[in-house]
Structure formats: structure tokens, C-alpha cells
């Protein structure tokens, strides 16, 4: 199976996206099909590379077009919206003819019904070509969108006033009535609402176009013989140099081989200011060089760039939807049928009441006006806004389900090493002589470990020469330490336990840390200390704030943890914690309330999945990234904080959407069926009805837009 990736336009309602959906998941050879209106995604899983030609060709024949890029797409969605803007213009244009044709003394001449009629077919065989285009094709798979009730209300109307032009003497004087305007408007306002949704959809996706245009589509490469060419990005391959002069954007992630450069990182990392990188450093696609030359040794290919990760998530995200979503999605669904059942109704009960006028026009208008727009436009477009909200601030939300589960988050629970703490680990303090320090930096100059890392550090700082060991027996202890044997006898380094094992006496009162002992002899301990985050204290008070309970789990010892937690006020510690611990106090948890639980370590993985809400920091493994549901690009804890107040506001714009949408068909379809008619002889018109309808989808939208606006802070 291949995954496919489509950019799809001219979709004009919901019940596109989901009648996409719903032909290419009858295809042979088509495994999966996902299709978001709003973002104008689609991801389809196709056995091979003849099924997704057919998908094309398929997709094309609905009445849609499809583009293999993301700049093909947005020329394409330009091209639309210019040819929506012509379109409206005509229809308005010719509308307006037809109006005053209708309303002046002229239209009881019948060459003025006459040019009414031709003007009004230009209307509905042009302007209105679109959406008859996707009715038909939609009708055809059993697909009934937004076009169809347009097309329906439209044709209906002029439909019948071309039957009382022509054949006036069959039907009463009193219903010989013309709606050839109303057909024509009710075009003008559609399109109109259309060209107003698309602007408005435009804005919410910047962000996913802003990162498009941040990797350069050339690079300066140096070939073997010292010569460079100017190559497309994505025919450079692993291993290459290329050159990033002054005010140039770095082409692909790469480790800088040769000069220094200030980078603009703010466009990745959120970061303000710029940062100087040299060699050794490791930059990516997108940072833009604003002082200096470098050289840079490419190490991931076009496609694999940490820009191109972000943009596909961010695209994938715009398929998936949240739980409340599917609310509306199942309403939008069955929406068009029952509102043609409605309208018939209409038609039929003011007809036995013997107005059969009245019963056209409010047939027409339930037709228009029920347009169930704003109601698949509802989610998608505030969790499009969302996530493009959150990247703006380094928060790279994956999956679009956790938005809704933030409003029930109880628990925050901590990794302690990484997370909460730098992960670098030094010596704080130590009471060991240093020539006795001089064996032990020695033997532990033999390991890779952290700790020893940190010991023999620590040793060099203090200008300790190292004792030259000779022949030795290096032993490594898993968690426990080391021995190193000599002739003259053993070098133990460790926990408690590894000393006691080995008969070597600890002294009371000597705190928790590593211990040493040198040929039998106890010669004093080491203490450890993991750096706090400097902004760990605030994300801490942030979330609590936010009436969120705090956690942190570690596998350290309890009174490194009780130092952390007393440090940083956090509410409740466990300690010595393995892999499994930790998983199975987020399910204990879980059953209390909601839990996110932050991490970057491999060890951290199964906990990140389980959680109700996985957060992994940015600079964390590549494991811990692929486990959580959001990503903190920039490695900053009081996004945390952030990501949770973004999440509630989406989901309380969602719930306005919703609310908006089903309130606006509730009154509006009673209304237009001619509710208000025996109270206050009121019915109204279906071209006020098409303008309602415009109106409330560009609300939505509008109303979406808003979490883009938020402070977090």
C-alpha cells in the first residue's frame, strides 16, 4: 500500500470533502480515504500507482481539481478565486438587470420577460455552471452537497418562472408569478458567500504557507574539484557541502563543517534572538544566516528535513479530526436529504392551504437557506487555526483528537531527568582527597556513562592529574557502578549497595550519593546535581494555576527527587521509578482524571502513548518524539501550559461554532418553510435566504480565527 497525498480545490461545503471520501473508499485498490475541507487535504492509501491515477481521474470527474504540490495548490487556489470573483461579478452584474427588468413597468412586456430569461440562463449556464457540475456528478454517486440544494433552489425557481412566461394561459393569473431574479440572486449570494469563505480560509492556513516558503529552492553546492553550482535543494544528497553566504536561508539540515555565522532561528524555534553557530553545530532548513559564512555538510535529504516533518504534520493534522467533530460530520451527512424532504413538505402543506405561490417560494428558500456550511465548517476551521496558533510558539500538536481532551486534563506528570532538569549531570560537592580523586577520575575516564562523564569533568576543572592506572580489569555494574581491578588491588565506584556488597563500610550521616572506595579503603563520596530548567519553577505554578495537579516520576533516587520537588513546589514525587513503574501509575492516574504526561527519554515512550495527552520536548530522543501527541519544538516547559490554554479556547470556539451552526438551522428552516406567515404575514425570500446562509459560514470562520488572536501567556 502506498500513501497518497492530495491538495484538493473547489470544494464549496463539508459534504464535498466527505463525498470524496465516500467514492474513493468504494474504489478497488483504495484502502483508506481522509479529505478535509478545510485544510484541502486528502490522504488515501492506494495499492498502487494505477489506482491513484484512477483516484485522480475520479476526483476530477466529482468536479474537483487536484494538484501535486503545495505551490501547485495554492496557484490553483488563486486561479479559483479569481474565477469565483468573475463569476460573481457577472452573476451580480445581470442580476441586477433582471431585477429592474422584473420590478419596473417593463415586465409586463414580453420581450422584457424574454430578455429576463436569457439573462437569467446566462446566470444559472455560467456562474452557477460549478455547482451544477458537482450536483450532477454528486447525484450520480448519491452525494448530495451543498451544490445540490443551489442547483435544486436555483432551477426551481427559474424553472418555474420560465413555464409562466411561456405557457401563462395553463396556470391562474394569480400564481403567474416571476422568480428569475430570485434564481439570480440567490447565485450571486452563494458565490459571494463562497469568494468571502475563501479569502477567510486563506488567512487561517499562513502558517503552513509561511513555512513552505522558508527553505530555499536552490543551494550553493561545492563540487569535488572546488568549484560551486547553483543545484534545486532536492537533488542534493547526503554527504554534500553547501555554502549559506550572508542574508541566505540554510537549504537542508547539515552540521556546519567550516566558518560561523548569527542565525535567525526564530521561524523553528520560536527564538527571538539570534544564535552563532560554528562548527560542529548542527543547523537546520529555514534558519536564515543574517552574519557570517558557512559551509555545511548535509545530512538530510530534501523530504527528511526537520521543516518538511513539521509541515507534514501540520498537514496531516488538517485531515484528522477531533471526537466533536464527528457530531457534526454525521449531521452534515444526512442534512441534505432531510432538507429536500422539508422542503417537499412545505411545498405540499401550502398547497392544500391553497397557496401553491407561497408554497414554491418557501420550498425554494428551505432549499437555500438550509445549506449546512457553517455546521461542517464548525471544527475543522478552529483546529486548523489551532495548530497553526501553536506552531506559531513552538508547539507542534500531531494528532488534533487532543484538543478536546485538554479541557479534562487533571494531572500533569513529569519526567525529572531531561524534562525537568537539563539532563547534564555534574558533581556538586565531593570530600574525597584529590590524589584519592586522582585514581578514581582515572578509572572512571574508562566509561561513557553520564556519571562518569561528570566525575572525570568535574576532576579536570579542579586541574587533577590523572593517575596512570596500568594494566587493569575494567568491570561496568548496570545501575550500579564499576570495579576496576589492579595488582594492587580493586577501585569500587557506586551506590550504596555496590560498596556494602563488597564489605565496605559507609560512614553514618553520609548523604545520598556516589561512593568510592580504593583498595579496601572507604575514601568519601560524590554528590550529584541535574541543573534545573531555569523556567521549570514558573511552568510548575502556570499549570497549577490552571487548577492542574502536578506529578513528577523518576527513576532517581528519593532524595535527589525530594531536592527537585521541594525546589520547584511540585505536588507529588515518586521516586526510583522504572519504565513500568511510571506506566502504570499514568493508567492509576487516568482513572482519577485526565493526565498528560511530558518526557523526552526512550524510557519515556510507553508513558508518553498511555497518557490521555503525550508531550514530548523537542530536543528529547527521536522515540519520545514519535510517541507524543505534541511536540515542544523549542524544549520550553511553560509551553506546556501554553499548549493546555490553547486547547481549551479551540474547544470552547468549537462549541460556539456548533452551537451557532444548529442554532441557525433551527430558526432559519421554520422560518423560511413560512412559520412567522399566519402571525405576522411574513415569508421570506429565497435570495435573503441564500445571503443568511453566506453569512453564517463566513461567522464560523471568522469566529475560528479568533484563537489565532489568544493570549497565552
Known amino acids: 500500500m502506498t500513501k497518497l497525498k492530495l491538495n484538493i480545490t473547489g470544494m464549496t461545503c463539508v459534504n464535498c470533502s466527505s463525498a470524496i471520501e465516500r467514492v474513493a473508499s468504494k474504489m478497488q485498490g483504495v484502502r483508506s480515504a481522509k479529505v478535509s475541507f478545510a485544510s484541502g487535504n486528502g490522504e488515501f492509501e492506494v495499492e498502487n500507482d494505477e489506482i491513484e491515477f484512477a483516484l485522480v481521474q475520479k476526483i476530477k470527474k466529482l468536479g474537483y481539481d487536484v494538484a501535486q504540490s503545495y505551490e501547485e495548490y495554492e496557484q490553483k487556489q488563486k486561479a479559483q478565486a479569481i474565477n469565483l470573483r468573475k463569476k460573481l461579478i457577472v452573476a451580480a452584474v445581470l442580476s441586477a438587470a433582471i431585477m429592474v427588468l422584473e420590478m419596473s413597468g417593463l415586465r409586463a412586456w414580453k420581450w422584457a420577460k424574454m430578455c429576463a430569461l436569457g439573462l437569467g440562463l446566462v446566470v444559472l449556464g455560467y ?7 458537482q450536483a450532477i456528478e454528486g447525484i450520480k454517486e448519491r452525494s448530495y452537497g451543498m451544490s445540490v ?26 400564481m403567474a408569478h416571476s422568480y428569475i431574479g430570485g434564481a439570480s440572486m440567490i447565485v450571486t449570494f452563494v458565490l459571494f458567500g463562497k469568494y468571502l469563505e475563501e479569502c477567510s480560509k486563506a488567512s487561517t492556513a499562513d502558517f503552513l504557507r509561511s513555512l513552505s516558503t522558508l527553505a530555499p529552492k536552490m543551494a550553493t553546492r561545492i563540487k569535488a574539484d572546488g568549484c560551486h553550482e547553483n543545484i534545486p535543494v532536492k ?77 507534514q504534520l501540520l498537514s496531516e493534522a488538517g485531515t484528522k479530526q477531533a471526537p466533536i467533530a464527528r457530531l457534526a460530520d454525521k449531521a452534515s451527512n444526512i442534512f441534505v436529504p432531510v432538507v429536500i ?28 437557506i438550509s445549506c449546512p456550511c457553517a455546521l461542517g465548517l464548525a471544527t475543522p476551521m478552529a483546529v486548523i487555526a489551532s495548530i497553526s496558533r501553536a506552531a506559531r510558539d513552538g508547539i507542534l500538536i500531531k494528532t488534533p483528537e487532543i484538543i478536546e481532551l485538554m479541557q479534562r486534563v487533571k494531572f500533569a506528570v513529569f519526567d525529572k531527568t531531561g524534562t525537568l532538569t537539563k539532563g547534564e549531570i555534574s558533581v556538586k560537592n565531593t570530600d574525597i582527597r584529590d590524589d584519592d ?26 586541574r587533577i592529574v590523572f593517575s596512570d592506572l596500568g594494566e587493569i580489569k575494567f568491570t561496568p555494574l548496570s545501575g550500579r557502578g564499576m570495579i576496576v581491578t589492579q595488582e594492587k588491588g580493586e577501585i569500587i565506584i557506586g551506590n550504596e549497595a555496590l560498596l556494602k556488597e563488597n564489605n565496605i563500610a559507609i560512614p553514618d550521616g553520609t548523604k545520598d550519593a556516589i561512593y568510592a572506595a580504593i583498595y579496601g579503603r572507604y575514601v568519601g563520596s560524590l554528590e550529584l546535581e541535574d541543573e534545573i530548567r531555569q523556567e521549570a519553577k514558573s511552568a510548575i505554578k502556570a499549570l497549577q494555576n490552571l487548577g492542574i495537579k502536578t506529578v513528577m516520576m523518576t527513576g532517581d533516587s528519593s532524595a535527589n527527587a525530594a531536592k527537585v520537588a521541594d525546589d520547584l513546589g511540585i505536588d507529588k514525587t515518586l521516586a526510583n521509578m522504572l519504565p513500568a513503574d511510571k506506566l502504570n501509575q499514568v493508567k492509576e492516574l487516568k482513572k482519577e482524571g485526565g ?14 502513548k498511555e497518557a490521555d495527552v503525550g508531550i514530548a520536548m523537542g530536543a528529547g530522543s527521536e522515540l519520545a518524539k514519535n510517541s507524543g501527541d505534541v511536540v515542544l519544538m523549542h524544549s ?19 462549541r460556539q461554532n456548533l452551537f451557532w451552526a444548529f442554532a441557525y438551522n433551527a430558526v432559519c428552516i421554520p422560518v423560511a418553510a413560512g412559520a412567522l406567515y399566519p402571525l405576522f404575514g411574513i415569508v421570506l425570500n429565497p435570495a435573503y435566504g441564500a445571503l443568511a446562509m453566506c453569512f453564517s459560514s463566513v461567522s464560523v470562520i471568522l469566529n475560528s480565527l479568533r484563537i489565532k488572536r489568544i493570549k497565552v501567556i
Open 149 to 174: 440544494l443551489v442547483a435544486l433552489g436555483a432551477s426551481a425557481a427559474f424553472i418555474y418562472s420560465a413555464f409562466s412566461a411561456f405557457v401563462s394561459n395553463l396556470i391562474p393569473q394569480s
Open 127 to 133: 456562474s452557477a455552471s460549478g455547482f451544477y457540475k
Open 341 to 368: 424532504a422539508i422542503s417537499l413538505i412545505t411545498l405540499l402543506v401550502w398547497s392544500a392551504a391553497g397557496n401553491v405561490n407561497y408554497g414554491i417560494l418557501c420550498a425554494i428558500a428551505v432549499l437555500i
Open 437 to 462: 580523586l586522582s585514581i578514581i577520575a582515572a578509572a572512571e575516564s574508562l566509561s561513557e556513562h553520564p556519571i562518569s562523564k561528570a566525575i572525570t569533568k568535574y576532576a579536570s576543572k579542579n
Open 636 to 654: 520550553e516547559l511553560t509551553s506546556v501550559a501554553k499548549a493546555i490554554k490553547i486547547g481549551r479556547a479551540s474547544l470552547s470556539v468549537i
Open 235 to 311: 537533488e542534493l544528497s547526503l554527504g554534500d557541502v553547501v555554502v549559506v553566504k550572508s542574508g541566505e536561508a540554510v537549504p537542508s539540515d547539515g552540521v556546519i563543517i567550516q566558518g560561523g555565522a548569527e542565525l535567525d532561528t526564530s521561524a523553528i524555534t520560536g527564538e527571538v534572538l539570534a544564535k552563532y553557530k560554528t562548527v560542529g553545530d548542527e543547523v537546520y532548513a529555514g534558519y536564515i544566516n543574517t552574519s557570517g559564512f558557512i559551509s555545511i555538510k548535509v545530512t538530510a535529504l530534501a523530504k527528511d528535513t526537520l521543516l518538511s516533518q513539521i509541515a
Open 595 to 608: 493526565v498528560i504526561f511530558i518526557g523526552d527519554g526512550i524510557n519515556d515512550a510507553v508513558s508518553l
